[in-house]
């Protein structure tokens, strides 16, 4: 759509780092810089003209980076966020950052790894964990697990990207696992479900899946996807009591693992999991 213009910063031209692993738009005029092999990150200050590197400002200086001896919990950076009301904040591998102005100070008391994060629609700060997610909404910071929600965890941690929701208004997080969507619609946790598949694990070819809901004559839609974030196939019913799965989906025979499922009944949609075992 037009010409491209190329803006590169490159070895000597006061970068700190030339393995970057973030970039975060602080303002119209500068750029946060994240580096990867514990190198800390960077501020460019570019005056509003990024094609023109005579006007460009870094800070700490030219060719250095913020590090722990700025008040950075640990020099693996991996993520920025600006919020409202709260200000600049950096995911790190030891916890969470605020800006200062000069430096960076820790930020609500989380010493886990942060590798990406984002705010939803409600200001409420959402950030992927080693083994989960951690919520900060009021003051207050709330860890979602495999334990007490639906996330699986994935290892090796990488290729970890989130993205504000503006439709729905929740956070989305990808992975090695696929893709999360957060969106709580109170500060509560859920209390469960709503739904549950019988029997689990589900043993496909010598019995059949069924379900329990909260209203057994409601029709129900049953969505099936692959832990990539696939959709492997739907499964409908005219009422929940007489809904059954065979272990197979579009004529095809599923393999062995974890589905996740959306469940629609009376226009609510629940989510959680089954194991088929073949």
């Known amino acids: 759509m037009g010409t491209m213009n190329w803006a590169p910063r490159l070895g000597n031209e006061g970068i ?12 119209q005029d500068s750029l946060w810089i994240a580096f990867e092999t514990g190198a800390g990150c960077q501020l460019l200050v570019h005056s509003g003209n990024p094609s023109d590197p005579s006007q460009d400002s870094w800070s700490p200086g030219f060719g250095t980076a913020y590090t722990t001896s700025h008040g950075l919990p640990s020099n693996e ?33 989380i010493t886990g790894q942060i590798k990406t994060m984002s705010v939803d629609s409600r200001g409420r700060i959402w950030c992927l964990g080693e083994s989960g997610i951690y919520r900060i909404s009021d003051g207050q ?12 965890p994935s290892a090796p941690y990488q290729w970890e990207y989130s993205l504000t929701d503006e439709v729905n208004g929740g956070v989305y ?30 043993i496909s070819g010598e ?33 929940v009591s007489n809904w059954t799965w065979d272990g197979s989906l579009d004529g095809n025979t599923t393999a062995s693992g974890i589905y996740m499922v959306i469940v629609t009944i009376n226009d609510t949609i629940y989510q959680t999991r089954i194991s088929v075992v073949r």
Not at 77 to 103: H, Y
Not at 173 to 199: A, H, I, K, R
Not at 210 to 223: E, F, K, L, Q, T
């Open 77 to 109: 950076v991996f993520c920025f966020v600006s919020v409202p009301g709260i200000g600049f904040l950096a995911g790190t591998a030891e916890g969470l950052a605020r800006w200062t102005g000069s430096g960076f100070s820790p930020y609500m008391n």
């Open 16 to 27: 700190a780092s030339m393995n970057v692993r973030a970039v975060y738009p602080a303002s």
């Open 207 to 239: 019995d059949q899946l069924r379900v329990c809901g909260p209203d057994d004559n409601a029709a129900i839609s049953v969505d099936f996807f692959r832990l990539d974030g696939s959709h492997a196939g739907t499964v409908d019913a005219q009422s």
């Open 173 to 202: 997080f990808s992975s090695e696992m696929g893709l999360w969507l957060v969106n709580q619609n109170t500060d509560s946790p859920p209390s469960g479900s709503g739904v549950s598949f019988y029997p689990q694990p589900f």
């Open 141 to 152: 910071v709330s860890f979602f697990n495999d334990i007490n929600s639906d996330f699986v």
